[in-house]
């Protein structure tokens, strides 16, 4: 059974920080691109940080860069979304999503993130 299952979100206090772990069952990451979404109530789903399959090439909404860092262990089957200086503006449900390039198209079940001021 295929599962992607997020874990590390929580409360935190402005200027704080949070890891986020996505840990795949069922599939190998290797080939996947693996992404981080997040959505607010009454907003869109938004991209946040993706990283590459190969090279580990990453890219960041801007609102977001040098505070959040994507990562990923093929070995142990896990993303990951390091957080820092946190802002009440990043409170939202974070997902975890992997894209393979032939196909294979998984979410996770979100976590919550809330950033207190």
């Known amino acids: 059974q295929v599962q992607l299952v997020e874990s590390g979100g929580g409360l935190v206090h402005q200027g704080g920080s949070l890891r986020l772990s996505c840990a795949a069952s069922?599939?190998?990451?290797?080939?996947?691109?693996m992404r981080w979404y997040r959505q607010s109530p009454g907003k869109e789903r938004e991209l946040v940080a993706l990283?590459?399959?190969?090279?580990?090439?990453?890219n960041y909404r801007d609102v977001v860069k040098g505070r959040f860092t994507i990562s990923r262990d093929d070995a142990k089957n896990t993303a990951y979304l390091e957080m820092s200086n946190l802002k009440p503006e990043d409170t939202a449900v974070y997902y975890c999503?992997?894209?393979?390039?032939?196909?294979?198209?998984?979410w996770g079940q979100g976590t919550q993130v809330t950033v207190s001021s």
């Open positions: 999503n992997a894209r393979g390039v032939l196909s294979g198209d998984y």
């Open positions: 069922g599939f190998t990451i290797k080939t996947y691109v």
């Open positions: 990283i590459t399959a190969v090279g580990g090439r990453t």
